[in-house]
């Protein structure tokens, strides 16, 4: 951490003022909608957020917004956010559910996926 120090006026005080750099890192969430059968993948820094933006249909558009009934199936945390987007595409690329229900059932899959696009 560094400390950068500043004036304000002549004959007061100089003040130390400590930079604090808050990074805030990315996700990998799996929605599942049990109305449709569908899991949905995506990435994104603000998990809240995001997941408020899929309930209140804030997309109308989108993928999401053909159901009500979201849950948040499984999380992929402490990530870049880079990293986070080529998880999230290469979860999509599978094409599988059985993969969506392995990454949850086996921690080691997860690891895997860390380390091969970090």
Known sequence: MRSY???SRPGYKQQEIAAFFIYKMAFVYILYSGSIDKFYTGSCKDLELRQEQHISKFYPDSFTSRADDWTLFFIIENLQLAQA???EYHIKKMKSKIYIHNLKKY???VE???VKFA
């Open 112 to 114: 895997k996926l860390k």
């Open 5 to 7: 120090g500043f004036k």
């Open 85 to 87: 987007r080529r998880i």
């Open 107 to 109: 921690p080691e899959m």
